[in-house]
């Protein structure tokens, strides 16, 4: 299966010399101009772009003379803050290109995005259980949930055209000077207002 995985800077990388860790690889051998700028995938803000450094290495459990999928050390820094870096252990096709290989960590944030929705739109959070089966059952019913407001969410933005921008069925706001796609929406008629309840 292939991934990418964050690791800490102390992780061992290298079998030889003496189980280099990835922090200390990077500092001997990444140079200023070997970073790569490239996108990361969109988010709320906007597309962010980080800088980026990878690197094949030795897997210790391959075989010798048997070189199926790769093994790589990925590194990623802000460009106002190089000091700061995560690092990842990457797994997959020999082929794959670096521009593929750091869309995987960047989608870390639809992820989270998910599990916010989950807890506000679908009471994923909200539960007082005493059992493993009664979360079990809680958070599937959340999850199950969020799964169909998410598909109901994807198939109105199809039919509304490419500005709709909905979430969980609430609509976005627009942005100033562009319009939706389709003819406006026709005027309700007016309806008699529901009697009112009285709580005695």
């Not at 299966?1 to 061992?12: D, E, F, L, S």
């Not at 998910?114 to 009471?123: E, N, P, R, V, Y």
């Not at 994807?154 to 509304?160: D, G, H, I, L, P």
Request: include cysteine; proline fraction near 11%.
């Amino acid at each position: 299966m292939p991934y990418v995985v964050a690791v800490q800077a102390n992780t061992p990388v290298l079998a030889r010399p003496g189980w280099r860790r990835a922090g200390r690889l990077v500092e001997r051998v990444a140079r200023e101009e070997d970073w790569v700028e490239l996108p990361a995938g969109p988010s709320q803000l906007d597309t962010r772009i980080w800088q980026w450094w990878a690197r094949r290495i030795v897997d210790p459990d391959e075989s010798a003379g048997e070189e199926v999928w790769a093994r790589w050390i990925i590194v990623r820094r802000r460009p106002e803050d190089p000091a700061k870096r995560d690092y990842y252990l990457g797994w997959g096709p020999p082929g794959t290109a670096l521009e593929d290989l750091v869309l995987v960590p960047g989608a870390r944030w639809r992820v989270e995005e998910a599990i916010k929705l989950a807890k506000s739109a679908c009471g994923l959070a909200d539960y007082e259980i005493r059992s493993f089966h009664g979360w079990y059952r809680h958070i599937t019913l959340a999850q199950l949930a969020a799964a169909f407001l998410a598909g109901c969410d994807a198939q109105a933005a199809r039919e509304q055209g490419p500005l709709a921008s909905t979430r969980f069925g609430h609509e976005l706001p627009t942005p100033a000077g562009s319009q939706r796609g389709g003819p406006p929406p026709a005027p309700r008629p007016p309806s008699a207002s529901p009697p009112s309840r009285s709580n005695a």
